[in-house]
Nanobody
Framework: QVQLVESGGGSVQAGGSLRLSCAAS????????MGWFRQVPGREREAVAS???????TYVDFVKGRFTISQDNTKNTVYLVMTNLKPEDTAMYYC??????????????????????WGQGTQVTVSS
């Protein structure tokens, strides 16, 4: 069973930076897609970024140029480096993973937030 554990959240002032980590265990997919999502109470979960087993990445427009997703396969860990944080980035951040066979499948998973495994989330709070 795949387990995902997020860490690295916290409270920062606007303009600050954080690095979120998502450590995966029980993970045997050779071809996969991992995504970062965020959610504010009362609102739908929204995609932030994704990376697949080939290293291809996608970002939503509102984080392009500020957030960077990467992975360390030796540690089964995906990172989300967030810079120039804004108060509107305040949310619970979740990582997710699922098996995929193509970049299109990864894109589709992200669009539908239809991943099979999710972490418990890590809170990010940005103050103005």
């Amino acid at each position: 069973q795949v387990q995902l554990v997020e860490s690295g959240g916290g409270s920062v002032q606007a303009g600050g930076s954080l690095r979120l980590s998502c450590a995966a265990s029980g993970f045997t997919y050779s071809s996969y897609c991992m995504g970062w999502f965020r959610q504010v109470p009362g609102r739908e979960r929204e995609a932030v970024a994704s990376i697949d087993s080939d290293g291809s990445t996608t970002y939503v427009d509102f984080v392009k140029g500020r957030f960077t997703i990467s992975q360390d396969n030796t540690k089964n860990t995906v990172y989300l480096v967030m810079t120039n944080l804004k108060p509107e980035d305040t949310a619970m951040y979740y990582c997710a993973v699922d098996r995929t066979n193509s970049a299109f499948e990864c894109y589709d998973l992200v669009q539908r937030a239809a991943f099979g495994a999710w972490g418990q989330g890590t809170q990010v709070t940005v103050s103005s």
